[in-house]
């Protein structure tokens, strides 16, 4: 049977508060760094526009029943060809046809600035988080930090009580070292209302576009080619209008 622990104030004031505060300057404290660190770079206005119309795409498969057949296939047709226009002076291209673009970490090692932006990004993610987990670990090990006030099952124990080898606590307390992870992956919300959306502070993000390099527009933009090819259209409005009057028929009735 799992047991009912009675946490010191202490704790709470010593570990629990000082480790969140903590947490929270290191990322308005890396934020601030990686701005400074970041270089200054002009972004290719041709990337920026093969962006624009990959994002368009997307949006036209994900909206596709908001408009009527017709509009749909030709916007289908638009996307859909091996060569596409960004401009009224249709100068920059972007084909769908595989094997012509360049491998993005071809471009990468090719281009020194982008390797080097590449390896400051990583630095400010690693160094911060080993020295944060190391003093973590070095003063408050084997602290049970927090309960969480509603029951969880056995399978929440490895990630909730990480440092704690007792199978008589019950799940929902919560360790120090635990209580780390946890807010190293949950101070999203919080970074964005007090830095913005565009923040430098994402780690579960970062970690996950380590493993790729560079922009490749050609591939996404025929994935999103194939996407819409197999969207199948059927206009919404229409059948709004007869919701609406069936509803209203209720209400009157």
Same mark, same amino acid.
């Given at each position: 049977?799992a @047991?009912?622990l009675v946490?010191d104030?202490?704790?709470?004031?010593?570990v629990?508060?000082?480790?969140?505060?903590v947490?929270?300057l290191?990322?308005?404290?890396r934020? %601030?760094v990686?701005?400074?660190?970041?270089?200054?770079?002009v972004?290719?206005?041709?990337?920026v526009?093969e962006?624009q119309?990959?994002?368009?795409?997307?949006?036209?498969r994900?909206?596709a029943?908001?408009?009527p057949a017709?509009s749909?296939r030709?916007?289908?047709?638009?996307?859909?060809?091996e060569?596409?226009y960004?401009?009224p002076?249709? @100068?920059w291209?972007i084909?769908c046809t595989?094997?012509?673009?360049?491998?993005?970490q071809?471009?990468? %090692?090719?281009?020194?600035?982008?390797a080097?932006?590449?390896?400051k990004?990583?630095?400010?993610?690693?160094i911060?988080?080993?020295l944060?987990?190391?003093w973590v670990n070095?003063f408050?090990?084997?602290f049970?930090?927090?309960?969480?006030?509603?029951?969880?099952?056995?399978r929440f124990r490895?990630?909730?009580?990480n440092?704690i080898?007792?199978s008589?606590?019950d799940?929902?307390?919560v360790s120090?070292?635990?209580w780390y992870?946890?807010n190293?992956f949950?101070l999203?919300?919080?970074?964005?209302?007090?830095l913005? @959306?565009?923040?430098?502070t994402?780690?579960?993000q970062?970690m996950?576009q380590?493993g790729?390099?560079?922009f490749?527009?050609t591939r996404?933009l025929?994935?999103?080619?194939?996407?819409?090819?197999?969207?199948?259209?059927?206009?919404?409005l229409?059948?709004?209008?007869q919701?609406a009057?069936?509803?209203?028929?209720?209400l009157?009735?």
């Amino acid at each position: 049977m799992a @047991e009912d622990l009675v946490l010191d104030t202490a704790i709470r004031d010593w570990v629990l508060i000082p480790l969140s505060v903590v947490m929270v300057l290191i990322g308005v404290l890396r934020y %601030f760094v990686s701005k400074l660190i970041r270089s200054d770079q002009v972004p290719d206005i041709k990337i920026v526009k093969e962006g624009q119309v990959i994002i368009r795409a997307r949006y036209l498969r994900a909206a596709a029943n908001f408009i009527p057949a017709k509009s749909f296939r030709a916007r289908r047709h638009y996307y859909s060809n091996e060569v596409r226009y960004f401009s009224p002076e249709r @100068e920059w291209v972007i084909t769908c046809t595989k094997g012509q673009a360049q491998n993005p970490q071809a471009q990468m %090692f090719s281009d020194p600035n982008m390797a080097m932006d590449m390896m400051k990004k990583n630095l400010s993610m690693i160094i911060p988080q080993t020295l944060t987990f190391a003093w973590v670990n070095f003063f408050f090990s084997g602290f049970v930090a927090a309960k969480i006030p509603f029951p969880l099952t056995q399978r929440f124990r490895a990630m909730l009580q990480n440092g704690i080898d007792l199978s008589t606590v019950d799940v929902s307390y919560v360790s120090s070292r635990s209580w780390y992870f946890l807010n190293l992956f949950g101070l999203r919300g919080l970074f964005s209302l007090i830095l913005g @959306e565009d923040n430098a502070t994402d780690d579960a993000q970062r970690m996950m576009q380590m493993g790729g390099f560079g922009f490749d527009p050609t591939r996404s933009l025929g994935a999103e080619k194939d996407g819409l090819d197999i969207v199948q259209h059927d206009w919404a409005l229409p059948k709004f209008e007869q919701r609406a009057t069936a509803v209203l028929k209720k209400l009157v009735s």
